[in-house]
């Protein structure tokens, strides 16, 4: 009798380690990549209420193509919320985050699976979206995230203002900008600032040091270390800014900067005439169309400080994901490779979102490319010297402590003679916090 | 010849049953309070041990939020003190409030309470007129003082323009945006101001009118009676004030983010703006722990923070012996 137990004991055993073990495995996509049983995931992502109806439009699409598979959406996703539904076990089959800065915890955690397997399995050609965009959804050479559009960076000008001010064409190098910055300059009586040709302080709306810095072709890392010192391009914007900044005044440009209206409202300063050039992304084009489309504006490349680099820009984007704990991997992948690769899907997607459609083909959709406003920025996007922001664990601390410093320099309580120790510290910092996080040994 | 034993052992025999009916009852009474106790116990455990339990832990570990803690002793705290280059900002931020804020809080509470006191009409309506703020929830509170004092289109800048005086960045400066919370945390004292009305309106009318036959003027009863007979509620509003101060958080966060002028995505990028003036401890916490996924690291500086927050409150108790009256009892 007791050997009896013992051996039934046993054999529950094994099966519970077999199981177990099986359960644990590997992602059971090549098992399972044929079957048509029906089922429903999950997919949560950042969108709501008329953008979300986009996306249910672009799954809708899905569906028609797999059938067996029916997608059950929810929006207004974030990094916090898909942290918490990991850590308490009840993670969708698939995530879609604007937060990209997060995918460095993400992948290095294993919370997002290594999408490689299925990548290979399925043959996708990766080339099929530029190098920015593989860059930016990948950690370390793990691809764990699948691009859902992007945003590019370029300029906004007014082109009433530029007619009053005798100028025809949008500038195309940093000197133009700052030329054309002073002669678009209006001031009141009592000296204030009434339009500002070009605000180059940082932080404003899309005024980001990962923005900006392409304009001087300025690179974050070299290898695993942090090098805005090393790299000239950085201390040459800041001295660039310095100067124009200093030519408005510090105090002139903060007063009207805070006068001016919310970034994400019919009173963006330059939708309503109060700046005359803008960095932006594509989707402000959008924006004017809704809020005051009487508006003249031209848009292009922003200005740069080698000629070889016109035309680049910033590019980044939202990413999809199959976090761990997904109960359908597979299905989960076919979706997230529908919404990145589907030519029809990211035309419908792109139109409706007015953000950059994420694969090369894309862009040559006529639809996508009617519009002249939006057309510069998918040339931006499909550019092979733009850039993005890498991928590190400790998300956008990085840019956070540079940013900091560019507030104090901004500010002029940075010596002149002091710049490059200043940025020097920056990069320790950023190291500092690469070897805590435990990804720079 | 054998009675005695028999009545000796009987006598043992009664004392052994009574000590044992005496624990017996001895724990009946601890099992009742402990039952009585029970739902403090569960809640004091549950929400207090072993959250502080885990922090302590998790201090010691490197911990994303999303893998198992990795073990790394004191590594978090080392990096603190040493590589950490946000850390005394925010320290010295958050003792600036300490210095500034709280006593200026303390103090107009209590001036406004005084004056409560004194009013002969409209009482009712000048104490809900100062409450009310306090009604107000804190995000709210900020984005109206945001707005009042925006150096270009507030109405405080412009009033001001009017008197030929040129006002300043307010939250857009290093220098005027912890002033600038102060301001905004003085319009917000009406809980305090509530307690000094109470303690106030309590103090006895004899020692004012003793104090007034020997002779004390205004200022000498308020030295001599009034301020004795209220330090244990100052003690109270201080111990308090400097609680809140080492958690000090909503206010800063929404402050820098809507002052710095970026969406909201990106303006918690900005914590801190301008300059971080406005970076506070529990910001800069938060910041690692949720932004960052640095929850070790978080983790230990709420260690620190805890540590900071008993040590002060011990120092101003053990202080209050010198200064805080009980009615009652001696000195």
């Known amino acids: 009798m007791r050997r009896m137990t013992l051996a039934f004991a046993s054999t529950i055993a094994l099966v519970l380690v077999v199981f177990g073990a099986s359960a644990q495995g590997a992602p059971r996509s090549a098992a399972t990549a044929g079957s048509h049983t029906p089922v429903t995931i999950s997919f949560w992502n950042g969108f709501t209420a008329r953008e979300l109806g986009l996306i249910n439009k672009a799954v809708a699409g899905f569906h028609k193509q797999y059938p067996w598979i029916t997608v059950k959406t929810t929006g207004a996703l974030t990094a916090d919320k898909l942290t918490a539904a990991i850590r308490g076990g009840n993670a969708p089959d698939a995530a879609s985050l604007f937060e990209t800065d997060t995918l460095g915890a993400f992948c290095s955690s294993g919370a997002f699976q290594d999408l490689t397997p299925y990548i290979k399995r399925d043959h996708l050609n990766m080339n099929l979206f530029p190098k920015t965009i593989r860059d930016y959804t990948a950690y370390q050479n793990k691809r764990c995230a699948m691009p859902l559009l992007a945003d590019t960076y370029g300029l906004y000008y007014n082109k009433a203002l530029f007619a009053k001010a005798g100028l025809k064409s949008p500038p195309r190098t940093v000197d133009q900008l700052a030329a054309y910055a002073k002669k678009l300059t209006q001031r009141n009586k009592d000296g204030s600032l009434k339009v500002v040709g070009f605000n180059p302080l940082d932080g404003w709306y899309e005024n980001a040091p990962a923005h900006t810095g392409p304009m001087w072709g300025g690179q974050w890392m070299k290898g695993n270390t942090s090098n805005i010192a090393g790299d000239p391009g950085w201390a040459a914007w800041l001295r660039w800014q310095k100067k124009l900044i200093d030519w408005y005044g510090y105090n002139n440009l903060v007063k009207w900067q805070a006068g001016t209206g919310d970034e994400f409202s019919a009173s963006n300063a330059f939708e309503v005439g109060k700046v005359a050039m803008n960095l932006d992304g594509e989707y402000r084009v959008a924006f004017v169309d809704a809020e005051h489309p009487d508006l003249k504006y031209g848009t292009a490349p922003l200005p740069t400080s080698r000629p070889s680099l016109y035309g680049s820009g910033f590019v980044i984007g939202t990413i999809m994901a199959i976090p761990k704990g997904s109960h359908h991997p597979n299905e989960a992948w076919l979706l997230e490779k529908y919404l990145a690769t589907n030519t029809k899907a990211l035309t419908g997607l792109s139109l409706g979102l007015k953000n950059v459609p994420s694969t090369l083909p894309s862009l040559k959709v006529p639809a996508v490319r009617k519009d002249p406003h939006f057309r510069v920025f998918l040339d931006i996007f499909a550019n092979p010297k733009s850039s993005t922001q890498p991928v590190l664990k400790i998300g956008s601390q990085n840019q956070t402590l540079f940013a900091t410093f560019v507030g104090k320099w901004q500010a002029g309580h940075v010596k002149p003679q002091d710049l490059h120790a200043g940025l020097a510290n920056v990069d320790k910092q950023i190291n500092d916090a690469l070897k805590q996080s435990g990804q720079v040994p | ?331």
Do not use: C
């Open chain 2, 1 to 331: 010849m054998t009675s005695a034993p028999v009545a000796g052992a009987f006598a043992a025999t009664v004392a052994r049953d009574r000590r044992r009916a005496k624990r017996k009852a001895a724990w009946r009474r601890r099992g009742l309070v402990l039952g009585l106790l029970s739902p403090w116990i569960v809640g004091f455990s549950v929400f207090f041990v072993y959250p502080l339990v885990t922090s302590a832990y998790l201090s010691l570990t490197h911990y994303d939020l999303l893998s198992t803690p990795r073990w790394v002793g004191l590594a978090n705290y080392r990096f603190m003190f040493e590589d950490d280059q946000l850390v005394w900002p925010a320290i010295k931020n958050t003792l600036w409030l300490m210095v500034f804020y709280v006593p200026a809080q303390v103090l107009f509470a209590f001036g406004v309470a005084l004056m409560l006191t004194r009013a002969r009409r409209g009482v009712g309506v000048f104490r809900t007129i100062f409450y009310l703020p306090a009604l107000v929830p804190t995000v709210a509170g900020t984005l109206g003082f945001v707005y009042l004092l925006n150096p270009a289109t507030g109405p405080v800048n412009i009033a001001l323009s009017h008197l030929g005086i040129n006002g300043p960045l307010w939250f857009h400066s290093p220098q005027w945006s912890k002033p600038s919370l102060t301001l905004l945390g003085l319009w917000g004292i009406g809980n305090m101001m509530i307690i000094f009305l109470a303690a106030l309106v309590d103090v006895s009318r004899q020692l004012y009118e003793s104090a007034e036959l020997d002779g004390a003027g205004p200022l000498q009863r308020m030295r001599w009676v009034t301020l004795p007979s209220i330090s244990p509620v100052i003690l109270f509003t201080l111990v308090i004030g400097v609680i809140d101060s080492l958690q000090y958080f909503t206010q800063a966060y929404v402050a820098a983010s809507i002052a710095v002028g970026q969406s909201a995505s990106q303006s918690a990028e900005n914590l801190g703006y301008p300059e971080n003036s406005t970076l506070f401890y529990p910001v800069l916490l938060y910041q690692q722990g949720f932004r960052y996924f640095n929850m070790g690291y978080a983790s230990a500086m709420a260690m620190v923070l805890l540590a900071v927050a008993l040590g002060v409150t011990l120092v101003i108790l053990r202080s209050s012996r010198l200064w805080v009256f009980y009615q009652g009892a001696r000195r």
